[in-house]
């Protein structure tokens, strides 16, 4: 079955950059997932990458994959207090079920 | 605002007890999921309605059950509570049924069984 495997904390300071590191089993998905919730609330999709692609930059996020190590990586440039919050990697498995990782607290201290 | 909306917001209730929780989806996504998060095992997929119908069946144990009716709200309905069902349980909707990722996630129903 699908596994998706994310540590559980991250801590950083403010204005550092941060590191999401995210594994996966096996996935047939044509993307990839990240995923956020800030305290107290749903989750929210953050930004997605074709599994056709290695990189995807969107303003200060910048997604890895590498598809050979099954390893997904979301990296948040000038890490700011608004960013804490819970991360989540999700992979599509055959049955079309969107699977997540445990998720990743990251807090960032001013 | 996601667009989905989850009633109640908070419930407490004693072991035993059955609950209901609500879910409207976002207007026009005809797909409803059911997600528990709790401490321990994270976010695990429970259940998938696509326009009235099952579509994908995850965690879901025997004494839960859900449905969406024809005005695509859906009800998940817990029953037998035991003190491992406190979780937050989420709903989201998308417009397809499977493939694409984006889901619209309500803000959760915490449940506390005590």
């Known amino acids: 079955g699908e596994d998706v495997e994310q540590s559980l904390f991250l801590s950083v300071r403010e204005g550092d950059s941060s590191v999401i590191n995210c594994t996966y089993t096996?996935?047939?998905?044509?993307?990839l997932y990240w995923y956020k919730q800030e305290p107290g609330a749903g989750l929210q999709l953050l930004t997605y990458?074709?599994?056709?692609?290695d990189m995807k930059q969107d303003q200060r996020l910048t997604v890895l994959l590498n598809k050979k190590d099954k390893h997904l990586s979301l990296r948040i440039a000038d890490t700011q207090t608004g960013d804490s919050a819970i991360y989540f990697c999700a992979v599509v498995n055959q049955g079309g079920k969107l699977i997540f990782g445990q998720g990743t607290e990251l807090s960032v201290k001013p | 605002d996601s667009g989905v909306t989850q009633t109640p917001k908070h419930l407490i209730t004693a072991t035993g007890q059955r609950v209901t929780l609500r879910c409207s989806p976002r207007s026009g996504d005809l797909s409803v999921y059911w997600y528990q998060q709790s401490l321990d095992q994270g976010l695990q997929f429970l259940i998938q309605?696509?326009?009235?119908?099952?579509?994908a069946k995850g965690n879901i144990l025997e004494r839960f059950s859900a449905q969406q009716f024809p005005d695509l709200h859906s009800e998940l309905n817990l029953s037998s509570l035991e003190l491992g069902d406190s979780a937050l349980y989420f709903c989201?909707?998308?417009?397809?049924?499977?493939?694409?990722?984006?889901?619209?996630f309500g803000e959760g129903s915490r449940l506390t069984v005590l």
């Open positions: 309605y696509y326009n009235g119908e099952e579509r």
């Open positions: 096996d996935s047939s998905s044509t993307y």
């Open positions: 990458i074709f599994s056709n692609m």
């Open positions: 989201a909707s998308s417009v397809e049924g499977q493939g694409f990722g984006e889901l619209f």
